[in-house]
C-alpha cells in the first residue's frame, strides 16, 4: 500500500508529457488556421517576461525610426520569413511538458514542401498567470537562438 502511494505522489510531483493540452493551444493560435506575427502589438496580452521587454524594445524602434527595420524583422515562432501556410498548418506537430504552472510545447514543421533546410523545431516557453497560459519565451533549436537574448537598440539614433 505505502509504494502505491509513493508511486502516485511521485508521479504527480513529475513533469507531464503530452501530446496536445491547454499550453499546446496557445502555441497553436500563432500556427493555425493562419500564421501570426508573435510581435505584433494586438497579441501583447498573450505574453509575460522576459520576451514582452524584447516586444516593448522592438515597439520602440519602430516608432522611433519608422523607415529602419525593427529588431524582429522575422516570424519568431516560424525562425524564418518565408513560408508556406498550407505546409507550415499540415505539417505542424505539437507536444507539451507541463511542469506545475510551467510548460514547454516543441512545435515541429516544414516551412515548405521540399527542402531539408525547411525543417523547423521551436520551443515555446510558457508559464500559467491567473489561469491563463502566457509565452515567456521561444527557443529555435533549430538556429540555437532564444528570443528574449536578441538584442534591440530601441531605435535610438546615433549621436
Given at each position: 500500500?505505502?509504494?502505491?502511494?509513493?508511486?502516485?505522489?511521485?508521479?504527480?510531483?513529475?513533469?507531464?508529457?503530452?501530446?496536445?493540452?491547454?499550453?499546446?493551444?496557445?502555441?497553436?493560435?500563432?500556427?493555425?488556421?493562419?500564421?501570426?506575427?508573435e510581435a505584433d502589438a494586438k497579441y501583447r496580452d498573450r505574453f509575460t517576461?522576459?520576451?514582452?521587454?524584447?516586444f516593448d524594445l522592438n515597439d520602440q524602434a519602430a516608432k522611433n525610426l519608422p523607415d529602419e527595420v525593427p529588431c524582429i524583422d522575422f516570424a519568431p515562432g516560424l525562425d524564418a520569413q518565408d513560408y508556406d501556410e498550407k505546409t507550415v498548418a499540415k505539417t505542424l506537430k505539437l507536444a507539451e511538458t507541463l511542469d506545475g504552472d510551467s510548460a514547454e510545447v516543441t512545435a515541429t514543421f516544414n516551412l515548405f514542401p521540399e527542402g531539408d533546410d525547411s525543417k523547423r523545431e521551436m520551443v515555446w516557453s510558457l508559464r500559467k498567470i491567473d489561469g491563463q497560459w502566457k509565452i515567456a519565451d521561444i527557443t529555435s533549436k533549430t538556429s540555437g537562438w532564444t528570443l528574449s537574448a536578441l538584442e534591440c537598440l530601441a531605435g535610438q539614433a546615433p549621436e
Open positions: 500500500m505505502r509504494l502505491t502511494v509513493l508511486a502516485a505522489a511521485l508521479s504527480i510531483a513529475a513533469p507531464v508529457a503530452a501530446f496536445a493540452g491547454p499550453a499546446s493551444n496557445a502555441v497553436k493560435f500563432f500556427y493555425v488556421p493562419e500564421v501570426k506575427f517576461e522576459p520576451v514582452t521587454k524584447l
